[in-house]
């Protein structure tokens, strides 16, 4: 189980560092939180919901005691708020979703109904609607164990497991993580399992409108999707009268797929959904708690966990390739030797990690050939377009004594990204041309990331890598990706951010693409996104942006300054103004001013708030490094200017 790294204090430097010095504390800093094997990784934190899962999991199989799970209790407790719920990110005001399974973990750890803490979360759980208002994975979840009945969740096909390759809908139109998540829910919702766990209880007390008067129907989306409903009715008929077609063969399919796709470290797809999904479906066909692939899918889980003196949670993922990659890149420029020990340790090791095997994106990609790099410590089906860049980025500011093993991983990652580029022109994260946007009306699909199209962000991240790495794919899709930015810009120059918060993110990471490519081409462009970034600089130096930005447009780019987004700021104006021979010198020093002058004594940086997308809306995850690199970067940018 990894140990928490977090050991900062709320002291800040009361005397703020030259310029010279902050680059140094924070190199220094950086440079203690490698671990012995040359990776950098750090948490990952998101809400409750896959550690309430992770709750229920356990009660399921009758492994709860084999766990810390009694330090749940205190974790739970220590992140409820003031109002009563849980949150998705910092300061939300709380989600109902996200309660209602924090709610039903503690039932499960044998909380009693009348605590104080549980009587503040119905009744906050009340007045946003009770259970008829949660996502449809809520009430999946409480259907196992009785608390919602399965009625209310919408039926997913087994069939689709069949469908040929050439069908226009296949399981790999579906994004990665649903894809991952999807097939063993084909076995558990084609079971429609009840568990029976201990403690024996009901929810009956957080249904808004009363247990009896429930009303069982899907949500409805008020479009042309809810023709869907209409489809549902007719699975669930045929569930019903069981003639569902080929229902053996295809749960025998899904059950092989979900076989052959656990990892050698027992996880699957290196996210916790899929992992909690099979273990469940696993449940289902009645697989023995001693089963290789039961417990391989157990100890991923437990090595997702963190376990401290009081508390336990588990994380929705682990990054030590992205942490490595980007803490590579922070210590090369801000001047590091680019041999130095530490960095040719950590580029040794992420050469190490490249994906040599085909994985799921050549169901649509026939002409790659393996060479990304992924996000975990294993991920072979599903390296990404947005680690592999940022790789071969870090790869290229080091020195390593075997150059040529270097030179030949840079040379298949282009190769296989080159093949990955979308219709459009943009690059996606996991997969190419997975766009086809109806599987986001699915009544299954109430989160609308059922998708996994082309964005700016993984976009610019290929051609920084392009430009500042001097790599050369075919010009003409070149021109193509750069025209599918210019179409994406908004009209007041800023770009969505599909995996950072959110506009600061995208803005950032496309004036750092195209100030590295022929400057003239774009140069309107660049100017236009310039501007909308210094209107967004607050009175305090920084920059920050809220989550509420993908709720409301209106919030683009508005929030408390945090160090990593004052960062992306920092360093997409650093590289866009040095391009474009007009740097915004005035408002560029008072960003620098505000990362020394809130650096603390350990020399890195507070930050609460989440900055990183999981599912825009509905899943944020806290980088608990991204605090740590990315203002390194833009000091270090910064200082090659010569302007200190």
Known sequence: MMQTQDRLTKE???NPLSLNDGITASQNYLLSLQYPDGYWWGELESNVTLTAETVLLHKIWGTDKTRPLHKIENYLRHQQREHGGWELFSGDGGDISTSVEAYMALRLLEVPQNDSALIRAKDFIISKGGISKTRIFTKFHLALIGCYDWKGIPSIPSWIMLLPDNFPFTIYEMASWARESTVPLLIVFNDKPVFSVDPIFNLNELYAEGVENVKYNLPRNNNWGDIFLIFDKVFKLAETLDLVPLRKKSLKAAERWVLNHQQESGDWGGIMPPMVNSLIAFRVLNYNVADPSVQRGFEAIDRFSIEEEDTYRVQACVSPVWDTAW?????????LPKDHFSLVKGGNWLLDKQCLEYGDWAIKNKTGKPGGWAFEFVNRFYPDI?????VVMALNNIKIPDEERKKAAIDRCLQWIETMQCKPGGWAAFDVNNDQNWLNEIPYGDLKAMIDPNSADVTARVIEMLGSCHLKIDSDRVQKALNYLYQEQEKDGSWFGRW???????TSGVLSALAVMEIDK???QLEKGVNWLLSCQ???GGWGETCRSYNDP???GKGNSTASQTAWALIGLLDAGEALKNLPKEAIKRGINYLLNTQNIQGTWEEGEFTG?????????????YRHYFPLIALGRYQKLGDT
């Open 327 to 335: 803490a590579i890149r922070a210590l090369t420029e801000s001047g």
């Open 522 to 524: 774009h140069r309107p």
């Open 538 to 540: 607050n009175s305090d």
């Open 554 to 556: 209106n919030l683009k």
């Open 613 to 625: 997308t999981g599912f825009p809306r509905h899943f944020y995850i806290r980088y608990h490094l």
């Open 500 to 506: 950072g918060v959110n506009y600061i993110y995208g």
């Open 12 to 14: 800040q430097n009361p």
């Open 386 to 390: 947005d680690d592999s860049g940022v």
